[in-house]
């Protein structure tokens, strides 16, 4: 192995990904609803109809393009008025979301761990959001000073999880064999896709990992397990 990529959420961060979702969510609504009274559920209604464009995408075009066709379509207002809104509730309300958050301590020093040992290191999350977002959730989980290779965003990618494709965009772009790589993720679906592009995958298991999660077969275990594994390499 000479790659090593991370999902986020319920990976590096072990946040609870519903809580997470459903304070964004809340955060947004307020956030836009001081910009437009009467209209914060409707813009974030918009941007629910962006997310599933995005998820759906053919490859054309980044995800930030079709997120945004998908928004100014179900919105009545256009990118360009809105697009520096959403950075600013990225840099305010939403980097607010991991204050009190306490970085997983096992997942912390495996990452370190492994970047002393030479892996190059990859946050391969979903694409789904602005960078902007992602480097303030790679600062909560306490590895914002790791030399990551990539932090996967929608601004570079034409594809998201659970599309094989995504993996496959990560490997072109940064001339990796997938057969050199090893997939960290909590979800078999999701991020156990990388299989099939002939990565290796590592299946995190949480306290709230579901019974079909516990039955899985191949390579899983918690983070003290995986860091007890990558010492020993």
Same mark, same amino acid.
């Given at each position: 192995?000479?790659?090593?990529?991370?999902?986020?959420?319920? &990976?590096?961060?072990?946040? @609870? =990904?519903?809580?997470?979702?459903?304070?964004?969510?809340?955060?947004?609504?307020? %956030?836009?609803?001081?910009?437009?009274? @009467?209209?914060?559920?409707?813009?974030?209604?918009?941007?629910?109809?962006?997310?599933?464009?995005?998820?759906?995408?053919?490859?054309?075009?980044?995800?930030?393009?079709?997120?945004?066709?998908?928004?100014?379509?179900?919105? /009545?207002?256009?990118?360009?008025?809105?697009?520096?809104?959403?950075?600013?509730?990225? $840099?305010?309300?939403?980097?607010?979301?991991?204050?009190?958050?306490?970085?997983?301590?096992?997942?912390?020093?495996?990452?370190?761990?492994?970047?002393?040992?030479?892996?190059?290191?990859?946050?391969? &999350?979903?694409?789904?959001?602005?960078?902007?977002?992602?480097?303030?959730?790679?600062?909560?989980?306490? &590895? /914002?000073?790791?030399?990551?290779?990539?932090? &996967? +965003?929608?601004?570079?990618? +034409? +594809?998201?999880?659970?599309?094989?494709?995504?993996?496959? =965009?990560?490997?072109? $772009?940064?001339?990796?064999?997938?057969?050199?790589?090893?997939?960290?993720?909590?979800?078999?679906?999701?991020? @156990?896709?990388?299989?099939?592009? /002939?990565?290796? %995958?590592?299946?995190?298991?949480?306290?709230?990992?579901?019974?079909?999660?516990?039955?899985?077969?191949?390579?899983? /275990?918690?983070?003290?397990?995986?860091?007890?594994?990558?010492?020993?390499?």
């Amino acid at each position: 192995m000479k790659t090593i990529l991370f999902d986020m959420d319920g &990976t590096l961060l072990n946040m @609870g =990904e519903n809580a997470f979702e459903k304070e964004t969510l809340k955060r947004m609504i307020g %956030f836009f609803e001081k910009k437009f009274p @009467g209209k914060g559920n409707a813009i974030v209604t918009a941007t629910g109809s962006g997310i599933e464009a995005m998820k759906g995408n053919n490859g054309k075009q980044t995800n930030e393009l079709v997120y945004w066709q998908a928004f100014e379509r179900n919105c /009545g207002h256009k990118r360009v008025e809105m697009e520096p809104l959403f950075f600013e509730f990225y $840099r305010t309300d939403y980097a607010h979301i991991g204050d009190g958050y306490v970085p997983d301590e096992d997942m912390r020093k495996l990452v370190h761990l492994l970047e002393a040992k030479g892996y190059q290191l990859i946050v391969a &999350t979903n694409p789904l959001v602005p960078q902007i977002a992602n480097q303030q959730r790679v600062l909560w989980s306490g &590895t /914002g000073d790791v030399n990551w290779l990539e932090i &996967t +965003s929608f601004e570079n990618y +034409s +594809s998201a999880k659970p599309n094989v494709r995504f993996y496959q =965009e990560i490997c072109e $772009r940064f001339h990796l064999e997938p057969k050199e790589c090893l997939m960290v993720g909590n979800s078999i679906r999701d991020d @156990g896709a990388a299989q099939e592009l /002939g990565m290796e %995958f590592y299946l995190i298991l949480n306290e709230d990992s579901a019974e079909a999660v516990q039955d899985y077969r191949g390579r899983k /275990g918690s983070r003290k397990d995986l860091l007890e594994l990558v010492r020993g390499l």
